[in-house]
């Protein structure tokens, strides 16, 4: 009987495990979204130190948010269902995009069965932050072509609290942490307001260009050798430079990583990016093909880039 439920303990014990880490990480995705929370985190990135408060409202199931920067040149990040604005004194200048996630925390997909087959759920233990306790959730990748994610999660709110992005030997190569934090406290509007008003500075509007569904396009360029799990997920034309035909931006997932290709006809005048060039957490590789400078970025390691980009191709040549 003990050999029995040994061996049933064996079996059933890594896949609990991993259930657990999925609902702790599915929970953390939900609280981020959904409650109101006040907070100043640091953020650790290529040996720099940053401080920032945020601010999260959601009101009738639509998120607002506000993001300070309190160290270094003071900045503003306005964010809801439409639109993300920054407001930049140092340059008197005012960007309005299309709204997006916040960059500063990592999104974890709402489908996390189909990171399995590339990465490992696990949960490390507890461990406290900010005067919260938390648990702590690891995504760990199979291959050396991803990076891995370490998650604390508080144990009352399921709010994230810490995460480490890690490269392959494990160690952390960026850092969020929150050094305060108060979640379901009211929120006053007056707190989601810019404390600059920008009426004297330029304003830039984002050009209308959207993403189009990759199954309803065909790009001239292809990537020939992805990583296991990588597909494309968005494509479109962009102009990088005012004095440029235009580029393919071609955007590759896993669900959890993205990279992006851009292939442009090289300049006449111009010096073709070759080679690889890090900062912090991300990686950039450039080559050049028939005459166009390929360029793949990705907060991904190295050797993802440069398998890419070594591997991008005139999808009319592709199949000579």
Known sequence: MKWVVALLLFATGPLGAQE?????LEDM???????DYDGTFVYLHDGKLEAMRIIHLVDGGVEQERLVSLTGSPREVLRDNKAVTCIMPDS????????????RFHKVPGDLDSLLQHYH????????????????VAITPRDAYRYGYRFWIGKDSKMLLKSDLTGVDGKAIEQVMFTRLGVGRHI???????????????WYRQSGDKPQPAATVMPAWEVRRLPGGFHMTDYQQRHIRPDSAGAEHLVFSDGLATVSVYVEAVAGDSQPFGGLSSMGAVNAYGAVADGHQITVVGEVPAATVEMMARSTVSAAGAGQ
Request: aromatic share 4%.
């Open 121 to 136: 759920l696990e949960v490390l233990g507890d461990d406290r932050v900010a005067g919260h306790m938390a648990r702590v």
């Open 92 to 103: 008197k200048s005012v960007m309005v995009g299309q709204s997006r996630p916040p960059q």
């Open 29 to 35: 995705s939900a609280a981020l979204r959904t409650l």
């Open 20 to 24: 657990e880490a999925r609902q702790w």
């Open 188 to 202: 006053a509007e007056a707190d989601l307001e810019p404390s600059l008003s920008g009426k004297e500075y330029s």
